[in-house]
């Protein structure tokens, strides 16, 4: 059975979908990578707050799904918008690599040494806000690009640090460039590898759970959940993180208004993923 399987070009996208078409050859299948530029790879000098969120690095590749162009899709769960397309279904996830988000300076060893009005890159509101929680005298700037970019970037002195996700830098091999892993709580699914397809599509379904980490989509639930409680979209700085216990699901998350302001953060503890992700943004709504 041959697949077409529907990816962003950037160096991570392909390590990504790499993997995830070795998992499926492994069970016999015949993969082959369709690649697709998206809105949010061609816009790169303005932060993706103010072009529209998220869904810019899904949106062309979702409909390539629609059209028949590609079978199924693999995406870094953070990028996935709360609400997808009719028709789609993304319930298939991959184990989650290192959550947390990791700050990477060539001058201080760690967040707390930066000294005031130094300048930390991130094009993310939820690490600004975060950022802004322990460090207020200092100047966030936006940053964009992939991961090699921004490295570049930072090499060239426009920044005394930047942050990143440790997943992409792991995954690349490249978790030398690390100085410092940070207590920020992460997006809604990062780290996680997630595969989009046509639910209508039940033989495919059927392939593709084969490969579905089941603590992974357990955490999945709740995050998402809660993202799709708050109406997420990067307009609003929020983070959540679900992990399991020994008794059920913890889920650890924050929102906050732009500025910094109004900052909210709840752990809470059950045991069915949408229904504790959805009390927890409703207790910090």
């Known amino acids: 059975m041959k697949l077409r399987l529907g990816t962003r070009k950037s160096k991570l996208a392909l390590w990504q979908s790499e993997f995830v078409k070795s998992k499926l050859e492994s069970l016999g299948l015949e993969i082959e990578l369709v690649l697709i530029t998206t809105t949010g790879d061609k816009i790169l000098d303005v932060p993706l707050a103010n072009i529209g969120g998220k869904g810019l690095f899904v949106k062309e590749i979702e409909n390539a799904l629609l059209e028949g162009e590609i079978d199924f899709a693999v995406h870094s769960l953070k990028d996935v918008p709360a609400v997808i397309p009719d028709g ?7 184990e989650r690599e290192d959550p947390r988000d990791a700050f990477i300076s060539k001058a201080y ?4 040494d930066i000294p005031p009005n130094a300048k930390v890159g991130t094009s993310s509101i939820r690490r600004k806000v975060q950022l802004l929680q322990r460090k207020k005298d200092i100047v966030i700037e936006d940053l964009r690009g992939n991961v090699d970019t921004r490295l570049r970037k930072l090499e060239e002195g426009l920044y005394e640090g930047i942050i990143l996700a440790s997943a992409g830098l792991k995954r690349l091999g490249m978790n030398q460039a690390i100085t410092e892993y940070l207590d920020f709580i992460p997006a809604v699914g ?3 590898i997630a595969i989009e397809y046509k639910a209508s599509n039940k033989e495919l379904s059927n392939i593709l759970k084969k490969i579905n980490h089941e603590p992974t989509y357990i955490c999945a639930l709740a995050e998402r959940s809660f993202l799709e409680t708050v109406e997420g ?8 993180y679900a992990t399991l216990t020994k008794d059920g699901i913890k889920i650890r998350g924050f929102i906050a208004k732009e500025d910094g302001t109004n900052y909210r953060e709840l752990t809470l503890e059950g045991k069915d993923p949408i229904t504790l992700g959805k009390d927890l943004a409703k207790n910090l709504l």
Not at 88 to 94: G, P, R
Not at 233 to 240: E, L, N, V, W, Y
């Open 190 to 192: 990062q780290g996680i």
């Open 88 to 94: 789609l279904i993304v319930d298939v996830f991959l």
């Open 233 to 240: 979209s990067c307009q609003i700085p929020m983070g959540a």
């Open 109 to 112: 060893k760690s967040l707390k």
